[in-house]
């Protein structure tokens, strides 16, 4: 493990039905709890998914409950794609940072077409700043 700022690296993993994905516009997916005092620093995100039908075009995103944007995955290029895809991003020093709200994701526009499961994978540390 290694320790940067004020905890060990975590991985999140969840994978979304295809059900899931379709409803994200009005459904988020929590994929980090709320935690009172906790800052969740997020520090890269690979999203994976397989051959199939292709979505029609909507980029998900990573917010916290405010709405505030972490990372966006591109609608064109992956989710409209039938192959196989994948998409990750890295941020630079972990310069963002949310305290004491979930993390979620949600898709920007409603979608209607799609069947493959989406595999999400974050790698985060939790930060507590009330003890520093």
Sequence with gaps: ????GGGPFSVTERILSSAEVLSLNTVPVEILPAKAGVMYVP??????????????????VL????????????????????????????????????????LQLRLTSAITTGN??????????????GLL
């Excluded at 493990?1 to 940067?4: N, P, T, Y």
């Excluded at 944007?69 to 963002?96: C, E």
């Excluded at 493959?116 to 700043?129: D, L, N, T």
């Design 1 to 4: 493990m290694s320790f940067i």
């Design 43 to 60: 520090f890269f995100i690979s999203v994976y998914k397989d051959a199939g039908t292709a979505y029609s075009v909507a980029n998900m």
């Design 63 to 102: 917010e916290n409950a405010s709405g505030i944007q972490f990372a966006s995955v591109p609608g064109v290029g992956f989710f409209d794609q039938s192959a196989l895809a994948a998409y990750t991003q890295n941020f630079s020093g972990g310069q963002l940072k949310t305290l004491g709200k979930n």
């Design 116 to 129: 493959m499961p989406i595999r999400f994978k974050m790698i985060y540390i939790e930060e507590y700043p």
